[in-house]
């Protein structure tokens, strides 16, 4: 079953439609939807090579965009749609943490929590509650994004058909370790707010 959900998000990844879809995604999560843009950005990247770097390009600016929404939702929104995110993330109270790591770190904090597994919209949500300016919270969450999704890109683009025929091969270990990194994620919001 594995093999065919590969298949399949493989040949998804070669479509035409795949770029907006990239987009949609990496927007959405950095505000309020639960799935990483990695998990389409990594078989598009893989699907073609070529593209890498313009797939990168397309996740970071929809992700620093989405991130602004984000933070419009934690200025403008918090108690109506911000709380009830943070609340599915159980970070309701994760608020004065981040505003004392924002006061502390500034820009690096954005940054540092940016690139990590850590759901982003938790950070970008917070960001907007705690008011953190905000051209500097657009310039942490454009260099932040693009590491993330400029890496992957780089790891896949270089590595190619090695990494590709990795993934085919040990299909199961490679889909367990990314279940494992996105829980991951959830779990550590939970451990550094």
Same mark, same amino acid.
């Given at each position: 079953?594995?093999?065919?959900?590969?298949?399949?998000?493989?040949? =998804?990844?070669? !479509?035409?439609?795949?770029?907006?879809?990239?987009?949609? @995604?990496?927007?959405?999560?950095?505000?309020?939807?639960? %799935?990483?843009?990695?998990?389409?950005?990594?078989?598009? &990247?893989?699907?073609?090579?070529?593209?890498?770097?313009?797939? #990168?390009?397309?996740?970071?600016? #929809?992700?620093?965009?989405?991130? @602004?929404?984000?933070? =419009?939702?934690?200025?403008?929104?918090?108690? /109506?749609?911000?709380?009830?995110?943070?609340?599915?993330?159980?970070?309701?109270?994760?608020? !004065?943490?981040?505003?004392?790591?924002?006061?502390?770190?500034? @820009?690096?904090?954005? %940054?540092?929590?940016?690139?990590?597994?850590?759901?982003?919209?938790? &950070?970008?949500?917070?960001?907007?509650?705690?008011?953190? !300016?905000?051209? /500097?919270?657009?310039? #942490? /969450? %454009?260099?932040?994004?693009?590491?993330?999704?400029?890496?992957?890109?780089?790891?896949?683009?270089?590595?190619?058909?090695?990494?590709?025929?990795?993934?085919?091969?040990?299909?199961?270990?490679?889909?367990?370790?990314?279940?494992?990194?996105?829980?991951?994620?959830? &779990?550590?919001?939970?451990? %550094?707010?």
């Amino acid at each position: 079953m594995l093999k065919k959900l590969y298949d399949w998000t493989m040949r =998804a990844a070669a !479509d035409k439609k795949a770029p907006a879809a990239l987009a949609g @995604v990496s927007f959405a999560e950095s505000s309020f939807f639960p %799935i990483p843009p990695d998990v389409m950005l990594i078989p598009m &990247v893989l699907s073609r090579r070529e593209k890498a770097w313009w797939y #990168a390009t397309i996740a970071t600016v #929809a992700s620093v965009i989405g991130g @602004v929404f984000g933070y =419009a939702i934690g200025y403008f929104l918090y108690d /109506s749609v911000g709380l009830p995110v943070l609340r599915f993330y159980g970070k309701e109270n994760a608020l !004065d943490g981040f505003t004392q790591f924002v006061h502390d770190y500034g @820009v690096a904090a954005v %940054i540092i929590k940016g690139m990590t597994p850590i759901p982003y919209k938790v &950070v970008t949500i917070a960001a907007g509650v705690g008011h953190m !300016d905000l051209l /500097s919270f657009i310039g #942490a /969450s %454009i260099v932040a994004r693009a590491m993330r999704f400029y890496i992957v890109a780089g790891l896949l683009y270089f590595a190619g058909e090695p990494i590709r025929a990795f993934i085919e091969k040990r299909l199961t270990l490679v889909m367990t370790a990314f279940v494992v990194l996105l829980v991951g994620g959830f &779990v550590a919001v939970s451990y %550094i707010f």
